[in-house]
């Protein structure tokens, strides 16, 4: 499908609310759920199973540069699927979003997030970035050849974070030892023509990306890179270019919670993507990126806390995208 060029562009407008007020929101959804005692630590890596489960860190960034934070925003975990955006958008930024969207996939899959079934079914095996199957191929799809993939994924992330993220030795030893589901699809993958290199250094690149350090700040300032057409409202530095910033919240907006994506968007109205670190990110387009931190996952692998702090901002905030007014109030 072409787009037409000979309508105007716009984009939807509007800002965070008054810092005070900000402030006061981000308290509020803190204070409100650190103590709520659902969900678990995620079992999939040993190293994951290990984290304090009482951990609980918030923060948004505004397009401006503003950082509001509360609790451990600052405590550093394993990025884990919270990768897979950011690396589509230099899958994007390296075949374009139409080829991406053609050798990738972008639609839902309804299925666990490591589901191979969902390799099977699909055409040519295309899944969407933001499960396994797909965010391998997207990691696949990195440019140059051999190790200088692993040098552009890094560079995209940390340029993404504004500042250089380094490997979790631990989680990495831990993942690269058991990752046996995510061996099945890459091979799998490869039978089906999907991928852009060896299957192995795919698997290697999609672990290491997952095994990246991060914090709750860092997050968010990824998410409100998003939100500011691909530029990072604090270090100033074109990361994106910004008409790929809209292919990439698309698939957030899909599949960034899996299978519990429809119940997100119902509950959020906005495009994220969660990991098995416990961590979420959530964009408002125009506005600016929250993040949060909380290790107690659901069974889709989703941050309880997590999710019930993004429903509480996106509300207290006015970023919910789906929510409208009658114009005519006040008048």
């Not at 079992?43 to 401006?64: E, K, Q, R, T």
């Not at 950011?86 to 991406?100: D, I, R, T, W």
């Amino acid at each position: 499908m072409t787009e037409p060029s000979d309508v105007p562009a716009h984009v939807s407008t509007g800002t965070l609310p008054r810092a005070d007020d900000v402030r006061r929101v981000v308290a509020e959804a803190h204070r409100s759920y650190r103590d709520v005692p659902d969900g678990e630590p995620s079992g999939v890596y040993p190293a994951l199973a290990a984290v304090d489960p009482d951990l609980f860190g918030i923060c948004v960034v505004g397009v401006d540069g503003q950082t509001f934070a509360v609790g451990d925003a600052d405590h550093p975990f394993a990025l884990m699927s919270v990768a897979k955006p950011f690396v589509f958008a230099l899958a994007c930024q390296s075949l374009g979003p139409a080829e991406a969207r053609r050798r990738i996939g972008v639609n839902a899959t309804g299925l666990p997030f490591n589901s191979v079934a969902a390799v099977e079914r699909a055409r040519g095996g295309r899944t969407n970035p933001m499960v396994n199957p797909g965010a391998i191929a997207a990691a696949s799809y990195a440019p140059g050849r051999g190790e200088e993939k692993w040098t552009a994924i890094l560079a995209t992330l940390s340029a993404f974070a504004g500042r250089p993220l380094e490997l979790d030795a631990q989680m990495l030893a831990s993942a690269a030892a058991t990752n046996h589901v995510n061996r099945a699809a890459v091979h799998l993958l490869h039978s089906r023509g999907a991928l852009g290199c060896d299957p192995d250094l795919a698997l290697d690149l999609y672990t290491r990306q997952s095994c990246l350090q991060v914090t709750a700040r860092d997050l968010a300032a990824m998410g409100a890179t998003l939100a500011d057409g691909g530029v990072h409202p604090v270090t100033g530095v074109r990361v994106l270019e910004e008409e790929l910033c809209h292919p990439v919240l698309a698939v957030m907006l899909t599949a960034g919670l899996y299978e519990a994506s429809g119940d997100w968007l119902f509950d959020v109205g906005l495009p994220g993507k969660s990991g098995i670190g416990g961590g979420i990110v959530t964009i408002s387009p125009g506005k600016g990126g929250l993040a949060t931190f909380a290790p107690g996952l659901d069974a889709a692998g989703n941050s309880v806390r997590g999710q019930l702090a993004a429903r509480h901002l996106a509300r207290g905030l006015g970023l919910d995208l789906l929510r409208s007014r009658d114009a005519r109030a006040g008048r």
